[in-house]
């Protein structure tokens, strides 16, 4: 049972004046490779409905009040995507990345989707599941909305799963627990350099502050990816822009009540899909399964195989 | 307990109230001030003048503020205070008579490396009893290593709490592991079937100023203002054989078709492949273990690994992220020799540390050169890789992983460092790089055309010298704390001199250094070799011979020589020629590893850089290939992963297209003329010349085998009982007592010219140099009156100085073995004696034994049932795997089979000191010495370390009144003599061995060690014979009575050190198998008259291993001898 929490919000607190920002758009990537089949997968979500990936990560912004979804795809997979949207499909809008030309041209590719807005940006091979009432894109989305400016979300990580995060260096905010100011983002460090370079204090040793796979960008990253793009003759990781973006003005990571399952790793899709059984209606369906595949297989060993 | 013990129990319990407290709070005083005067105050100005009972009580004021002081370099600074006042202070104070006994559980808590309880133990034992010379000997020892145990505790404990560091020592499954294998390292070429290979090129380090030492850590550590070299990365050649100077250092990564780890060390032919991941933390087991360290340090294997029982597959699966793929590691040192005093092992581990962090993303790039900031962690990895190997080396080794000319300095630490709080200093030097502006390319150019950098070859070890100069920079040894602030000076003019161009300049200042500071601070940085050099280069150069540096350590290994450019190239040439034929004047003397090297060099200015060679030129070096092809050639090729045949397809191209010979191919395949077997023929017809008994080995290796013979059975049945004697058991001769009626007995009988000295000298000296083979009485080991002397030329001039004393001529014979004749003779004839004006015999010994490799039932039996130290933690472990080796080893080479596989020398043995006086009687030299001098009625035998033993009349007079046969002298028992001494077994009188007394435990029993200096009378002797002087004539008596006494003796079996030198300068060090028969145990036979002298430690002490040198000079030892010598 989730617990009913909100993210506090800093309004009372906060100095600062600017208009709250608005976030009507969300831009899902699913053109990297090995991902574009990921969100296309069936799963059975919590209330035990079978569907997409995709109708799930589309259902997640949808809880935030996103109005429209763009996604970055691959040159001819709009049609199965299209099939798997299920009853979305009328709000998606696909945007074809031409060339493989890395994580940072794919977000790029989405400017004439987003235009001068800010937008939630989501990866089309994680599934997000919340541990309060409030889904991840919804504490992220109120999060960025009060402190109008880019947020990425993150989550405390093992050394161990460093080579496949970007992770942030930053200060924790006076008087907030899970809010950071972030001053350098480094993509998939080594832990000889996040241990140099990217401790948080409060969090115990081996453990970092890593990409949740859900950011809130403004224009200004646009602007910082179109710069880079142009100035780099390679591709361009979003992790290096987001980090010229923390020297050059405000950029906060929200530290999100919930986990990110990337299916795209072995046994992810597995993993994922016993998340969502575990923490849902089927829950004693699946624990009693799972108890009897272990009953009539004792002596399977590694060996053995 | 005597009234002495009394009265110093009553001193040593505490304060004094005599005492004012001020005095006792000046050694803390001096430890915790921030004043520098105070705080670098000497150790001499605080004991001078000091009694007994105010030393004692110092001692109680530094052990109590050492137990309450939080701070590490307060409590090592208090602990080598109280090394020193036990060591080198109280002992003056003591009576020699007060002898006392050592606490057996104190030593067992020493050796376990349990010095506090140690301490405790005995501090108990000395309120109760005073101050002996056993217990302050202990305590010594054991504040001296607790002193080094918590310097070394702190190092380790800073390598792993250095930022960057730290994740290695969490990550403790393959699983978890964090790193991952650059993309470019996996790009397969299809086309020619290879994986990119990532070379790093490195050169080594060169200290232009020598440091004084200061770059050990643990001095940086505590006086960071005081620790500061200038140091180059320089490439090499070797004059003759390279063309030109390059990065002497090479690494080679790159990944393999197998889930393994493949090592392979070029210079050491060494290779293996790695399965298991607790097999990378076995460093002793091949030759593989600088590879080992690297993988560990770099964090590719972290340390926290060590013991996880997993897979190197299950490693390389997560690293790579797919599995069926391997790593291979090859290094290279383009064959400099080992000692080169380069650090060119540091350079190498620095190296392949460098090269592997590129492969997993540590470092900022995979090609090209290095950042500061990358420079600072491999230099950091480097160290965490030394301490890990069990090594250890000074903080500017990886001077080759930093370009061209630096100043490195220690930091002082400041908030945020793990050292705060703990030490004055970080860990870790900084570095500051000296460009062209500030060292001009001129200046760096006229260096070069100077500076002839050379390899003098010898062997050393450097460890103890480490040692002697953290304890004497740490309790501010008077000189050589002035000394120390005179090498700083120095190297500020040197500093200057390079800016200025003004190379002369370097060489003087380099020059004074080594003959000024270097010397004060340890005497031993040089040597008779060094010195003969730098005078055959001024005599032959004069004022164009500009000065001498020393590489690191010490002398006679890495050094420099600098000439006026313009006969630098001749120089160069008469250089080599002037280092062969030095030596091989000393060779014999002086323990060298190899013929002496000369080298080309030039600076390197770039620092360690890497390549990634792809394609075509996806290749290792050519002599990889020498160490692997053979083996791949000897396996169908079928057998062999997709990545060989094609590398052995590749090969085969190159040498049938002539881009490679094909000779060192043909010379690993087919047989060549083997040098073993003329090594076999040599042996065999030494041992024939040597009368070596085919009959008695054959007999001792069935017993051996059988285990009739072996280290367990050398001991006395259990049921024997061992007692300390009492006073009636010997005569003290270390009071005056009946010297009235003695003394003008025995200066008649030595003016009369009844006497004459045996110098024992037939053995080799194992423990002098490691089992190096070298002649021990020929080795000039200290400077006397402004010259090295040998032992040899040191036991004359005692000789020399009694002669002239009592104007008569004393004969001197030295005994001698297979190992020591011919070099003793040649020297002894080239120095005409050393001007010696008595006559001057050698004895040749007539009997030789032939090594065994040792039983792993003594083998098992020496290391793990008899007490030992235990090493450090790290060290411990690598000598333990080393151990498991040797076992192994003994098993694979036959236990109990003939020791053949080394030098014929080597290969052979001395059979015990007993046999020495029996080889007088069999080669005749008795009877001639008789004949020449019918007069001759005593001998004094005595070993060629006991440096002490002189032709004393009062011990001579002694002897003569006692009438008795034999007259041994004994003396009171320290901590570190171990080995036996004066007991009564069964209730008989007699010297007993360590290793036959039967419990290690009986010999904490005994107050008295045995010197093995003895008196002897000639007749009687000759009568356990059964011979006289007539019978002395004929060789058949002569053989039998030396047979029927020999029976009656025990054999024991000993293990040795035996070095195997080979490669380039590379030594291994193999236990053997020999018997000894020993001349103490002739106190054993119940006919034998025999009477014991106590005598003053300095007389009967010996020197065994050159790491006591050091101490012998400070506690007065050296003077005494210098004392009794005469000089021609």
Redesign the interface.
């Known amino acids: 049972m989730a617990l009913k929490e909100v993210p506090k919000s800093l309004g009372n607190m906060s100095l600062r004046t600017e208009k709250p920002m608005q976030i009507n758009k969300a831009v899902i990537t699913a053109a990297g490779p090995g991902q574009t089949s990921l969100p296309l997968q069936r799963l059975v979500d919590r209330d035990g409905c079978e569907k997409s990936a995709l109708e799930m990560i589309v259902e997640e912004v949808d809880s935030a009040g996103i109005e429209s979804v763009g996604i970055i795809i691959r040159p001819g997979d709009e049609e199965a995507y299209r099939r798997a949207a299920g009853k979305h499909v009328e709000r998606l809008c696909f945007i074809p990345q031409s060339e493989p030309k890395g994580y940072g041209d794919a977000i790029l590719r989405a400017r004439t989707f987003t235009g001068s807005d800010s937008f939630l940006h989501l990866v089309g091979d994680h599934l997000y599941l919340s541990r309060i009432e409030a889904r991840c894109a919804e504490q992220l989305i109120k999060i960025a909305t009060e402190e109008a400016c880019p947020v990425s979300a993150v989550q405390a990580t093992?050394?161990?799963?460093?080579?496949y995060f970007g992770t942030i260096a930053g200060n924790r905010l006076p008087r907030h627990d899970r809010l950071y100011e972030v001053k350098r983002v480094v993509e998939?460090p080594?832990?000889?350099?996040?241990?140099?370079d990217l401790t948080v204090s409060g969090f115990r040793?081996?453990v970092y502050l890593c990409f949740f796979g859900m950011h809130v960008l403004t224009n200004s990253v646009m602007n910082v990816l179109e710069e880079f793009s142009t100035r780099y003759d390679r591709p361009v990781s979003l992790s290096e822009a987001m980090s010229e973006v923390a020297s050059r003005e405000r950029y906060l990571a929200y530290e999100i009540q919930g986990t990110r399952y990337n299916m795209g790793v072995k046994y992810g899709l597995l993993n994922t899909q016993l998340a969502l059984s575990l923490s849902g209606v089927d829950r004693d369906r699946v624990l009693t399964e799972m108890v009897e595949l272990l009953a009539h297989q004792p002596n399977i060993s590694t060996s053995a195989r | 307990m005597t009234s002495d013990s009394k009265t110093s129990a009553v001193l040593s319990s505490g304060l004094n109230n005599s005492l004012e407290a001020n005095s006792l709070e000046a050694w803390v005083d001096t430890i915790l001030s921030e004043d520098e005067a105070t705080r670098h105050r000497s150790l001499e100005s605080l004991c001078t003048g000091l009694s007994s009972q105010e030393l004692l009580a110092a001692a109680d004021r530094l052990d109590a503020f050492r137990r309450q002081s939080s701070n590490l370099y307060h409590r090592v600074r208090a602990l080598f205070y109280l090394s020193a006042i036990y060591r080198y202070f109280l002992p003056r104070k003591i009576s020699e008579s007060h002898a006392g006994l050592l606490d057996q559980a104190a030593y067992e808590h020493i050796l376990q490396r349990r010095f506090g309880e140690a301490i405790d133990s005995l501090l108990v034992t000395q309120r109760s009893e005073g101050p002996t010379l056993a217990i302050t000997s202990a305590l010594a020892k054991a504040y001296y290593q607790m002193g080094f145990q918590t310097l070394a505790d702190q190092v380790r404990q800073s390598v792993r709490t250095v930022r960057g560091n730290q994740w290695m020592f969490r990550i403790g499954h393959p699983a978890d592991h964090p790193l991952r294998l650059a993309k470019r390292l996996m790009e397969y070429d299809a086309a020619t079937r290879t994986m990119p290979v990532l070379v790093e090129k490195t050169s080594v380090r060169m200290d232009f100023s020598h440091s004084g030492w200061s770059d050990i850590f643990f001095l940086g550590m505590d006086y960071p203002e005081g620790a500061q070299v200038i140091n180059a990365a320089i490439n090499l050649g070797v004059y003759g054989r390279d063309d030109a100077p390059r990065p002497p250092v090479e690494a080679y990564v790159r990944v393999i078709d197998r889930p393994v780890l493949r090592l392979v060390s070029v210079d050491l032919g060494a290779e293996a492949e790695l399965t298991e991941i607790d097999d990378v933390f076995d460093f002793a087991k091949d030759y593989l273990g600088l590879l080992k360290a690297a993988l560990i340090a770099s964090g590719v294997v972290p340390p926290a690994m060590e013991g996880c029982h997993r897979k190197v597959s299950e490693l390389l699966e997560t690293l790579m992220g797919q599995s069926g793929l391997g790593l291979e590691i090859v290094s290279q040192v383009n064959n400099i020799p080992k000692g080169s005093r380069l650090a060119v092992s540091t350079n190498l581990l620095g190296s392949l540390i460098s090269a592997l962090m590129r492969a997993t993303g540590q470092v900022s790039l995979l090609e090209g050169g290095l950042q500061d900031s990358d420079r600072r962690l491999i230099t950091a990895r480097a160290i965490l890789g030394e301490w890990l190997g069990g090594s250890g080396g000074g903080w500017q080794d990886s001077g080759g992983i930093w370009p061209g000319i630096k100043l490195i300095e220690g930091c002082l630490a400041e908030p945020g460092d793990p050292e705060y709080g703990i030490s004055r200093g970080r860990l870790m030097p900084q570095h500051t790089h000296f460009n062209v502006d500030r060292i001009s390319a001129e200046a760096r150019k006229k260096l070069e055309s100077s500076l002839i950098l050379i390899y003098g070859g010898m062997a050393q070890n450097v460890g103890p010298i480490l040692e002697m100069v953290t304890e004497k920079y740490l309790i501010r040894g008077e000189k050589e704390w002035i000394a120390r602030q005179q090498a700083i000076t120095i190297l500020t003019e040197i500093s200057s001199a390079l800016e200025a161009g003004d190379v002369r300049r370097v060489g003087e200042l380099t020059t004074r250094n080594f003959t000024g500071p270097l010397q004060t601070i340890i005497p031993w940085c040089t040597n008779r070799y060094t010195d003969s050099l730098i005078e055959k280069c001024r005599a032959h150069y004069g004022d164009k011979f500009w000065g001498f540096w020393m590489l690191g350590g010490m002398s006679g290994g890495g050094m420099g020589f600098l000439f006026d450019p313009a006969i630098q190239s001749e120089a160069r040439q008469w250089l080599l020629a002037t280092l062969v034929s030095t030596k091989r004047e000393l060779q014999t003397s002086l323990p060298f590893a190899m013929d002496p090297v000369v080298y080309d060099f030039e600076i390197n200015e770039r620092g360690s850089w890497a390549t990634l060679l792809k394609g075509e030129d996806a290749s290792m070096p050519e002599s990889y290939y020498a160490i692997v092809a053979p083996k791949w050639l000897k396996r169908e090729m079928r057998d062999l992963s997709e990545q060989s045949q094609a590398e052995l397809m590749r090969l085969s191209g190159k040498i049938r297209g002539g881009e490679s010979e094909s000779t060192w191919l043909l010379d690993r395949l087919l047989p060549q003329p083997s040098r073993q077997s003329e090594g076999a023929f040599r042996l065999k017809e030494m041992l024939k010349e040597n009368g070596f008994d085919r009959q008695a080995h054959e007999q001792i290796r069935n017993e051996l085998v059988s285990g009739r013979l072996g280290l367990s059975q050398n001991r006395l049945p259990s049921q024997s009982t061992i007692e300390d004697i009492t006073a009636d058991d010997f005569i003290d001769m270390r009071t005056s007592d009946g010297d009235k009626e003695t003394i003008p007995v025995g200066e008649q009988a030595i003016a009369d010219g009844a006497a004459a000295v045996v110098t024992l000298a037939a053995g080799v000296g194992s423990r002098w140099t490691g089992g190096a083979g070298v002649v021990k009485g020929l080795h000039p080991f200290c400077k006397f009156d402004g010259r090295h002397r040998s032992f040899i030329e040191l036991h004359l001039a005692k000789s020399r100085a009694i002669a002239q004393r009592y104007d008569c001529t004393v004969p001197h014979v030295f005994t001698t073995g297979y190992m020591t004749h011919q070099p003793i003779a040649d020297q002894l004839a080239a120095v005409q004696n050393y001007g010696y004006d008595g006559p001057v015999y050698l004895s040749r010994g007539a009997s030789v034994g032939l090594r065994m490799v040792p039983t792993v039932r003594d083998l098992k039996f020496f290391w793990e049932e008899t007490s030992h130290q235990v090493l450090d933690e790290q060290q411990q472990k690598v000598r333990d795997g080393l151990h498991t080796a040797l076992m192994s080893w003994a098993r694979s080479a036959g236990e109990a089979s003939d020791y053949t596989d080394n030098l014929p020398m080597q290969c052979m043995h001395p059979v015990g000191h007993w046999y020495e006086i029996p080889n007088l009687l069999r080669n005749g030299l008795l009877l001639k010495m008789i004949q020449e001098r019918p007069q001759l009625k005593y001998l004094m035998l005595h070993n060629i370390d006991t440096l002490g033993a002189t032709l004393d009349p009062r011990m001579l007079g002694r002897h003569i009144v006692s009438k008795s046969a034999l007259s041994y002298e004994v003396i009171a028992r320290r901590v570190d003599d171990r080995g036996g001494g004066l007991a009564r077994v069964d209730g008989k009188l007699r010297l007993v061995e360590g290793l036959a007394l039967p419990r290690e435990s009986d010999e904490f029993k005994l107050t008295f060690y045995n010197s093995l200096t003895t008196w002897i009378d000639i007749d009687q002797l000759l009568g356990y014979f059964e011979l006289d002087r007539k019978t002395l004539s004929d060789a058949k008596a002569v053989d039998a009575g030396i047979r029927k006494l020999a029976l009656r003796l025990p054999t024991y079996i000993t293990i040795k050190d035996v070095k195997k030198r080979w490669g380039h300068g590379q030594e291994d060090v193999f236990p053997i198998s020999q018997f000894e028969k020993l001349w103490g145990d002739m106190t054993a036979l119940p006919e034998v008259r025999c009477e014991f002298f106590a005598v003053p430690t300095m007389r009967g002490q010996q020197m065994k291993d050159p790491a006591q040198l050091d101490g012998w000079v400070r506690d007065g030892s050296a003077e005494y001898i210098k004392s009794l010598c005469k000089w021609s």
């Open positions: 093992r050394e161990s799963m460093l080579p998939k080594t832990p000889t350099q996040a241990e140099q040793s081996g």
